[in-house]
């Protein structure tokens, strides 16, 4: 099958392009906002990128009205965020956070997981999630198209 992602019609049930990276593990993205609200968005776009230095990177597309994410800006403005890890066991709560809600909801009450307190920063993490990175932003590559916004962070 040849397929070019965006261009030939596939006529299969879901997009290729995102099925053919696997595994592709879900991470949770926590942010805070300069306000102090907690933010918690679900991400399957995220990778490592070196071990030395360790850095780590996800990216975001734009919201359907073309505005970035709360997650992205919030990393931006505060320079930090935590990738918590969502196991099978928490897929329901990720399937909750995914829901698009106004600015300000707080997305760890509503996916029903416990807010634990960062070692390193004034970030919440996800207290269920067996693995969590605490991260310092540096910074934003934006790419074209519906550009995604890719966070380089260690």
Request: proline share 9%; net charge negative; charged share 20%.
């Amino acid at each position: 099958m040849f397929y070019q992602p965006g261009i030939t019609d596939h006529d299969l049930p879901h997009d290729p392009f995102k099925a053919c990276v696997v595994p592709r593990p879900i991470g949770w993205i926590s942010t805070q906002n300069k306000a102090g609200q907690a933010n918690l968005a679900p991400y399957s776009q995220f990778n490592n990128l070196t071990f030395d230095p360790p850095y780590v990177m996800f990216s975001s597309n734009q919201t359907v009205d073309g505005t970035r994410k709360d997650t992205v800006v919030n990393a931006e403005e505060t320079g930090k965020f935590v990738w918590n890890l969502a196991t099978w066991d928490l897929r329901e709560a990720v399937n909750i956070s995914a829901e698009q809600v106004p600015y300000g909801v707080d997305e760890f009450e509503r996916a029903n997981v416990t807010k634990e307190a960062a070692t390193l920063m004034n970030v919440p993490m996800v207290q269920e999630s067996p693995v969590k990175f605490e991260c310092e932003y540096h910074s934003t590559v934006r790419l074209p198209g519906n550009p995604p916004w890719v966070q380089w962070m260690w």
